[in-house]
């Protein structure tokens, strides 16, 4: 029998019982805050937003992690979990709906995932995704320097990263070298979710962008990009703005996020 929509929004809620004993020590990095000046331009925020403290997991979530969770949660499970959550091609590299197989190996990051099932992974782990301008935040350090985006040998790296084929089979996580907050992989191995996915608008206008409540995740919203040499950062504003929740990709993965207490 057919589950209704509304037990499946159930299920996608925090799981009872399970956050306790589910974040492993040390899978996840602490990060300061601070003022942060995002490549997005918020016309509520013109000197820069304000970062809360919060943790960040330090590698992507792996095919093996995924894994274990939908074997824990089969609601989660290719051909098991409704369209609205989760487009036709959702996990469709691994072998079987609770099988990893040669394409998916259980140290390569998930990919072909949606937001909602990378929503609800975290969830059960009483963890969240992190929001743009966290992830933005983290992902602009180096190994020595919080911020290292002005170097252009920096932003040359990253782009270097990015000239690699997508045809390529993806390299195990953790390879990459941590940045100054311990946190790796967050350039140059997969695109990544972010809590407020659907709020990133680019444009140079916010009249053009339609329905206004698609900023309600960022304040005023995002109104256009303000530092147009950080290519790479852009063209992750530009993929994640293009997407919808159950959309799944063969580069898009995800890594949680923990507020401070």
């Not at 159930?10 to 974040?23: C, D, Q, R």
């Not at 601070?34 to 997991?57: H, T, W």
């Not at 990015?162 to 390299?171: F, G, H, M, W």
């Amino acid at each position: 029998m057919r589950k209704p929509l509304a037990t499946w929004l159930l299920l996608a809620l925090p799981l009872a019982g399970i956050a306790a004993g589910a974040v492993v020590s040390g899978r996840y990095a602490g990060l300061p805050g601070g003022v942060f000046k995002s490549v997005l331009r918020y016309e509520d925020a013109k000197n820069g937003v304000r970062i809360k403290p919060f943790a960040l997991m330090r590698k992507p979530v792996t095919n093996g992690e995924f894994l274990a969770f939908v074997k824990r949660h089969p609601q989660w499970q290719r051909g098991r979990t409704p369209a609205v959550f989760a487009e036709a091609r959702y996990l469709s590299h691994w072998a079987g709906p609770d099988t990893l197989g040669a394409n998916a190996l259980p140290d390569r990051p998930v990919v072909w995932v949606s937001w909602f099932a990378a929503d609800a992974y975290c969830q059960s782990l009483d963890a969240r995704l992190p929001t743009w301008n966290e992830w933005e935040y983290a992902a602009a350090a180096d190994e020595t320097r919080r911020d290292a985006r002005k170097d252009p040998v920096w932003r040359e790296r990253i782009l270097s990263w990015y000239a690699r084929s997508s045809k390529d089979a993806l390299p195990r996580v953790g390879l990459q070298s941590p940045n100054v907050y311990g946190v790796q992989d967050l350039h140059g191995l997969i695109w990544e979710w972010t809590q407020d996915a659907s709020s990133l608008m680019v444009d140079s206008d916010n009249r053009n962008q339609g329905d206004p409540d698609k900023g309600k995740f960022c304040g005023a919203g995002a109104l256009s990009m303000d530092d147009r040499e950080n290519y790479a950062v852009m063209m992750r504003v530009a993929m994640l703005s293009s997407l919808e929740g159950r959309d799944a990709t063969a580069n898009l993965g995800f890594r949680c996020a923990r507020s401070a207490p």
